[in-house]
C-alpha cells in the first residue's frame, strides 16, 4: 500500500472514531505514551488493557501508539530513551559488546540497557504525549468543524 493511500486510511480512521475530542485526545495520549516505551512486544497488549481500564478509546490509542512506534522510528527511539536514561541515571554508557556467548554476560548486559532505556523511554513518552493531546484536540475540532460546514451553494 502506498503512503499516500495509508494517509488517507489513517485520516478516515481518525474522522470516524466516536467520542468528544477530549475523549479521543485522551485515548491518543495514551497510546502515544505506551507507544514511546520500549515495551514493544507488549505495546498493543498495554494499550488494551489501558483502555479498558481507563475506559477510554481502543481505536485512537493503538493509532496514537502506531504512529510513534513503528519500523522507521523504532531504531531512533530506543537510542534515545537509552542515552536520556544514561544521562538521567548518571551511568556510564554500555559498549553493547559480549565477551563471549555466554547466556549470563548476554542477559547482565541486557539488564545493564534495560534499566536506562525505560528511565528515558518514560520521559521522552511523557514529552511525547502531552503535546499529542493538545494537537489531538485540536485536530478533531477543526476536522470535525470543516466537515461539519454546509456546502456553500454555487451561484
Same mark, same amino acid.
Given at each position: 500500500m502506498a503512503i499516500k493511500d495509508r494517509i488517507r486510511e489513517f485520516y478516515i480512521r481518525f474522522l470516524s472514531l466516536s467520542g468528544s475530542p477530549q475523549e479521543i485526545a485522551r485515548a491518543?495520549?495514551?497510546g502515544v505514551f505506551i507507544g514511546a516505551t520500549p515495551t514493544i512486544p507488549f505495546h498493543t497488549a498495554l494499550v488494551m488493557v489501558s483502555c479498558l481500564a481507563l475506559r477510554q478509546n *481502543?481505536?485512537?490509542?493503538? %493509532?496514537? /501508539?502506531?504512529i510513534v512506534s513503528n519500523p522507521?522510528? *523504532?531504531?531512533?527511539?530506543? %537510542?534515545? /530513551?537509552?542515552e536520556l536514561?544514561?544521562?538521567v541515571l548518571g551511568l556510564p554508557a554500555n559498549p553493547? /559488546?559480549?565477551a563471549g556467548y555466554d547466556i549470563r554476560a548476554i542477559l547482565e548486559i541486557g539488564l545493564h540497557i534495560l534499566y536506562p532505556m525505560l528511565v528515558g523511554g518514560?520521559?521522552?513518552a511523557a514529552a511525547f504525549a502531552v503535546?499529542?493531546?493538545?494537537l489531538t484536540r485540536h485536530a478533531?475540532?477543526?476536522m470535525r468543524t470543516r466537515h461539519a460546514e454546509p456546502a456553500e451553494p454555487s451561484p
Open positions: 491518543m495520549a495514551l *481502543i481505536t485512537a490509542a493503538i %493509532l496514537g /501508539a502506531t522507521l522510528t *523504532i531504531p531512533f527511539l530506543y %537510542l534515545a /530513551a537509552y536514561g544514561v544521562v553493547f /559488546a559480549v518514560v520521559l521522552l503535546p499529542s493531546y493538545f478533531v475540532v477543526r
